[in-house]
C-alpha cells in the first residue's frame, strides 16, 4: 500500500515562495513518474506538473518558469518548489502517481496567495 503526505502549504503574499513537500511510503516509489496536482475552490482538481524517475520535469503552461519539481528517491520524496506565487495559484496541493491512483490521494496541503 502506498501512502502520499503532502506538507508545506500556507499563506504567502503574491510574489512570495514557498517549498512542498511530498514523502511517499512504499519501496517502488523511485522507478515510477510523479506529479503534482491542485485544486481550486469550485475547480476539478488539476495536473501542475510531473517529474519521471529519472528527473525530467514538465509543467502545465500557467507555472512554468515559475514553479520547479524535484524528487529524491533514496528519501522517497518529491518537492515542488514555487516562485512568483499569484492569486490564481491558491488551491490544495496533492501529490500522486504520474498516472494518478484514486485511492492514494493524500489530504493536500493548502496554499493561500493573498495580500
Known amino acids: 500500500q502506498v501512502q502520499f503526505v503532502e506538507s508545506g502549504g500556507g499563506l504567502v503574499q503574491p510574489g512570495g515562495s514557498l517549498r512542498l513537500s511530498c514523502a511517499a511510503s512504499?519501496?517502488?516509489?523511485?522507478?515510477?513518474?510523479m506529479a503534482w496536482y491542485r485544486q481550486a475552490p469550485g475547480n476539478q482538481r488539476e495536473l501542475v506538473g510531473g517529474?519521471?524517475?529519472?528527473?525530467?520535469?514538465n509543467y502545465v503552461d500557467s507555472v512554468q518558469g515559475r514553479f520547479t519539481i524535484s524528487r529524491d528517491n533514496a528519501k522517497n520524496m518529491m518537492y515542488l518548489q514555487m516562485n512568483s506565487l499569484e492569486p490564481s495559484d491558491t488551491a490544495v496541493y496533492y501529490c500522486?502517481?504520474?498516472?494518478?491512483?484514486?485511492?492514494?490521494w493524500g489530504q493536500g496541503t493548502q496554499v493561500t496567495v493573498s495580500s
Open positions: 500522486n502517481f504520474r498516472i494518478p491512483i484514486r485511492s492514494y
Open positions: 512504499g519501496s517502488q516509489f523511485s522507478l515510477y513518474a
Open positions: 517529474i519521471t524517475s529519472g528527473g525530467t520535469t
